[in-house]
């Protein structure tokens, strides 16, 4: 199993949340935003957008990592 690069996860992260949430804008933060990520870095995402999520409602995003690895 070959990792994507962090610009593929990036663009994966994006393209995911905006199937889901048209509207949205995703933005990066943290270590990956600022370059310094290590290899067990996580990836930090603010979504913002117009729709009110219930809390039984929200996206599971763990989940959109599972797209990050190529098989």
């Known amino acids: 199993m070959q990792m994507k690069t962090n610009d593929e996860i990036i663009e994966i992260i994006k393209r995911t949340v905006l199937d889901y949430l048209p509207d949205a804008e995703v933005l990066l933060f943290g270590s990956h935003a600022r370059k310094n990520a290590s290899l067990d870095s996580d ?25 990050c690895y190529s098989h």
């Open 43 to 67: 990836y930090d995402i603010l979504l913002i957008t117009d729709f009110n999520f219930l809390p039984k409602e929200k996206l599971p995003i763990r989940t959109i990592s599972e797209n």
